[in-house]
């Protein structure tokens, strides 16, 4: 069992950054991949990054690339996600992931922090 502990959200004018941390607990955080989805209002939960269990490979969704950035320290047990040129569009709910199979976990991953809000005005 992964426990995952999601931060970092908040309120943020468009244009804005702001960095979400995820801390993993429970297991050996480096035999899992990690990932970030989210929910808006509405909508149903989409992708948004992954990375591998090194640190060496990551993956995003087409409506992030160049604005959001996949990282991890395994020493620190924590996974970030961080993001610029936030829009408005990107107001949900975001959840870390983990799963200890690379595209299971940009698929459908077993473990599931409890989600942190960020809401981005315009």
């Known amino acids: 069992q992964v426990q995952l502990v999601e931060s970092g959200g908040g309120l943020v004018q468009a244009g804005g950054s702001l960095r979400l941390s995820c801390a993993a607990s429970?297991?050996?955080?480096?035999?899992?991949?990690m990932g970030w989805f989210r929910q808006a209002p509405g909508k149903e939960r989409e992708f948004v990054a992954v990375i591998s269990k090194s640190g060496a490979s990551t993956d995003y969704a087409d409506s992030v690339k160049g604005r959001f950035t996949i990282s991890r320290d395994n020493a620190k047990n924590t996974v970030y996600l961080q993001m610029n040129s936030l829009k408005p569009e990107d107001t949900a709910v975001y959840y870390c992931?983990?799963?200890?199979?690379?595209?299971?976990?940009?698929?459908?991953?077993?473990?599931w922090g409890q989600g942190t809000q960020v809401t981005v005005s315009s």
């Open positions: 429970g297991r050996t955080f480096s035999n899992y991949a």
């Open positions: 992931a983990a799963d200890p199979i690379y595209s299971n976990c940009r698929r459908s991953p077993n473990y």
